[in-house]
Nanobody, 118 residues
Framework: QVQLVESGGGLAQPGGSLRLSCAAS????????MSWARQAPGKGLEWVSD????????YYADSVKGRFTISRDNAKTTLSLQMNSLKPEDTALYYC???????????WGQGTQVTVSS
């Protein structure tokens, strides 16, 4: 069965960095675009970033552009999100998801918590 397991969250200071990982299994990882999304306390789900299946195209929300970098290793079936210059407003539960079409996702991980605070 499809499984997506996020890791790497934690507490970071403003201006700091974290690297999230998503270990994928149960499907042909290299055939799917993958995404990161987040949900801040009391707010709705916010799309963060997409990467095409072969890594040829990447997309970012304006709120993270220039600070976050999405990447993938198809051999290791792993999706990553490097987060730099973190801000308190980046505090959220971060999810990876399998993208089936634009704005459509069929599997989600359980999420990893990122807290940015001094």
């Amino acid at each position: 069965q499809v499984q997506l397991v996020e890791s790497g969250g934690g507490l970071a200071q403003p201006g700091g960095s974290l690297r999230l990982s998503c270990a994928a299994s149960g499907f042909t990882f290299s055939s799917y675009a993958m995404s990161w999304a987040r949900q801040a306390p009391g707010k709705g789900l916010e799309w963060v970033s997409d990467m095409y299946n072969d890594g040829s195209n990447t997309y970012y929300a304006d709120s993270v552009k220039g600070r976050f970098t999405i990447s993938r290793d198809n051999a290791k079936t792993t999706l990553s999100l490097q987060m730099n210059s973190l801000k308190p407003e980046d505090t959220a539960l971060y999810y990876c998801a399998r993208r089936v079409s634009r704005w459509s996702y069929d599997y989600w991980g359980q999420g990893t918590q990122v807290t940015v605070s001094s």
